[in-house]
């Protein structure tokens, strides 16, 4: 049997993964002819069709299968053994870690500091973006944890877990002198900023302005909480929803009113992590820390 290129089928395994020809390509910056013809050259060595289009997306046929599954397992491995030369053989283990947006700075980074071992032998990288484009940069190798507001997939993201770290609850704040009558009348009566409706939480409180019969006047959404306490601070006749962790880090040295807690809303603390990562020290550190306090 002649030699098979190893190319050829990394190109393919990366089509599979990613769905389509197109974002296969732009992850292997390549040009979307490029990728198919380096399939079809992987055809013609296994003598077999290898993909099939269902709608926009592409999928392995049955032999296109049985050789994903095993080039899964090939390129799984070798990606573990990159990590594993790469934090044992360094004298700073380079640490890719994302974010998601939507995340307290504040409680992110004492998480983070689980990972830092005494010696400071660590290079953290730190990445911030939507949860979905996380999940998506974790299942191509590109980060090696994810910090985030919602847990995995694991149905849609195998090889992915998620553990949750802790969680709190959330408040309605704001800058200006209110008449404290029922906080649902004050609610409505002033002008809002919440969460963005393309973050989990976000989406949680669409739906919790629903079950209240609220009618929301929103005049902002923001992903970043310290982006909206900065608004919100220019603009001080409104209301905003944070964690109500944040109370002393949102005053400022403000006079911040609380206007009433939402025991009903909580914000949610995962970490999510490639299943290669299990033995890596500073996922480890993460995963074994007790954050009970932190989120008391």
Known sequence: ????????????????????????????????????????????????????????????????QLIYKYADRMFGLSYEMLDIVNYSQRSNVLFDVGVADALSKRLVSKVLMTTVPDDKSIHLRCFESTHEMLLD?????????????????????????????????????????????????????????????????????TQWFEQQGIQPNI??????????????????????????????????????KQIDGVSELKEEYYVIFAERMIQHPAVKSVCEADFSQLFD
């Open 219 to 256: 005049l902002g959404e923001f992903d970043d909480v310290a982006l909206m306490k900065a608004f919100a601070r220019y603009n001080q006749d409104v209301i905003f929803l944070a964690p109500t962790l944040y109370m002393d880090e949102l005053s400022d040295g403000m006079p911040l």
């Open 1 to 64: 049997m002649s030699h098979l290129n190893y190319n050829h089928l990394y190109y393919f395994w990366m089509v599979c993964k990613q769905g389509s020809i197109t974002k296969a390509a732009d992850a292997l910056f390549l040009t979307p002819q490029t990728v198919t013809a380096q399939i079809k050259a992987l055809e013609e060595r296994v003598d077999g069709k290898l993909t099939k289009r269902n709608g926009r997306s592409v999928e392995p046929t049955e032999l296109g």
């Open 137 to 205: 940069q974790l299942s191509q190798h590109k980060l090696d944890m994810i910090l985030s507001d919602c847990p995995v997939d694991s149905g849609k993201s195998p090889g992915l877990y998620s553990k949750k770290l802790g969680e709190c609850s959330l408040s309605f704040y704001t800058y200006s002198e209110i008449n404290m009558k029922s906080s649902l009348e004050v609610l409505e009566g002033k002008k809002l900023l919440i969460p963005g409706s393309r973050t989990s939480m976000g989406r949680k409180v």
